[in-house]
């Protein structure tokens, strides 16, 4: 509706922008549908490739932290660095309940750490000794569950043994066998004993596999005449998330309790090689879905701007009319917002079921590529993590850099002047 000036009113520039806005967006179709297509394959591989991330390092973290330190780490004072019998600590009934009290812990599991040298008959391999308590151990990591022959740490077998799949191999041992641990106890002394294997594991990482030997938690410290003595306290979290948290309250908790000295540790510091690698793999992948999305803005900046400029006489006969610049300017923009959007919308169409589908499904990995994801001592498969926040995140970059595209074109539109305009006539 015309206002006092003669001019349409705001309301009325709205739909008449609007539909001018649509009927452009479609005047070429093929045009069209290229722009909305390069949309859609942006909006599907940011949305793809970030879920793929999520679920991989995810998985990376789950892994190091199921097998090795757990999510968060208690530790005797300089036990990180050194890693030596003389860095232990106990854990004491009160710092037990305080890690149990600790919002977001799921379980814990004492460890104690050492190196030996196993033996069957010409046979000897360095071994690296995990002594656990078989009913708290299963609740923190996969190792139990990682069997292929044997069960973990029986009740009925004297001073059992677990080997991993290729130290068994090396050894040439198998179920039922006696091998010959060899090391140095706490007391400086040397340590030697018989011990029975009973279960053999096949473990992700081949640096393990060959070389790490499970004990129990009361043979390793009578082994070590190590008393009540123990590593590292190993603690599970309900989610990776929590672990700052859960460090910052362990850090008080453990402040105020009997012995200040013990050390708590996130996983990233427990494994720093671990978090340097998730993020170099994350900042490769970030560089590459930048570089796409700088392709489409492009993409979509070559299309408005065609358009603009194909439309000359059109721009013009309507600032002849008395259409004012702001209004041409936002005809413009909306075409763009109109293509962004539609490829959008189809984009996560399509992204979300492939994302979930794969997220159900994990893609297990073969040959070269299997190899050289088990020698960082992941599992060869690769996993998808969907989370609302990349979805939002991939659909908000895109909108943006269609938003920022159609900025030139826009003004480009809105500076013509009606006379150079219909000298083209």
Not at 145 to 150: A, D, H, I, P
Not at 181 to 186: E, G, I
Not at 200 to 228: C, H, K, N, T, V
Request: hydrophobic share 50%.
């Amino acid at each position: 509706m015309p206002g006092d000036d003669g001019q349409p009113t705001e309301d009325g520039f709205f739909d008449l922008e609007s539909r001018l806005a649509w009927r452009n967006v479609w005047r070429n179709p093929r045009r069209t549908g290229l722009t909305v297509a390069a949309t859609v394959f942006a909006v599907f591989l940011l949305i793809n490739m970030a879920a793929m991330s999520a679920g991989v390092h995810g998985k990376m973290i789950e892994d190091g932290v199921r097998i090795q330190s757990g999510h968060v780490q208690l530790s005797g004072e300089g036990y990180l660095e050194e890693r030596t019998l003389e860095r232990s600590l106990r854990l004491e009934p009160a710092l037990a309940r305080a890690v149990e009290e600790t919002p977001g812990v799921v379980a814990m599991a004492p460890r104690l750490v050492a190196f030996g040298l196993l033996s069957k008959e010409s046979a000897t391999k360095g071994v690296g000794l995990f002594g656990v308590d078989p009913e708290r151990e299963p609740t923190v990591s996969t190792l139990p569950e990682r069997m292929v022959e044997g069960r973990f740490l029986p009740d009925d077998t004297e001073r059992p043994i677990v080997l991993g799949e290729r130290l068994a191999e090396h050894l040439g041992a198998s179920l039922g066998d006696e091998l010959l641990l060899f090391s140095v106890a706490y007391t400086l002394e040397n340590a030697y004993d018989l011990f029975t294997v009973c279960g053999i594991m096949r473990l992700p990482d081949p640096q393990l596999d060959r070389s790490l030997a499970i004990i129990e938690l009361g043979d390793a410290q009578a082994f070590f005449a190590y008393g009540d003595r123990v590593s590292e306290v190993a603690i599970l979290a309900e989610q990776a998330g929590d672990v700052p948290t859960m460090v910052a309250s362990l850090r008080e908790a453990v402040a105020a309790g009997p012995d200040p000295t013990v050390e708590v540790h996130p996983w990233n510091e427990v494994m720093p090689e671990l978090e340097q690698l998730i993020f170099i793999d994350a900042a490769g992948l970030y560089l590459m879905l930048a570089i796409l999305v700088v392709v489409v803005g492009f993409g979509i900046l070559n299309t408005i701007l065609m358009s603009v400029l194909e439309r000359k006489r059109e721009l013009g006969v309507m600032l002849a009319l008395g259409l004012r610049p702001r209004a041409i300017f936002r005809v413009v923009y909306k075409e763009s917002m109109l293509l962004a959007a539609v490829g959008l919308v189809i984009g996560m169409a399509l992204a979300v079921p492939f994302a979930l589908w794969f997220q159900a499904h994990p893609i297990p990995l073969t040959g070269d590529a299997a190899s050289a994801t088990e020698a960082f001592g992941i599992e060869p498969v690769v996993t998808f993590l969907l989370e609302w926040v990349n979805i939002v995140g991939s659909s908000l970059t895109i909108f943006v850099v269609a938003a920022l595209a159609a900025l030139y074109p826009a003004i480009k539109a809105s500076r013509a002047r009606p006379v150079d305009a219909l000298r083209s006539i």
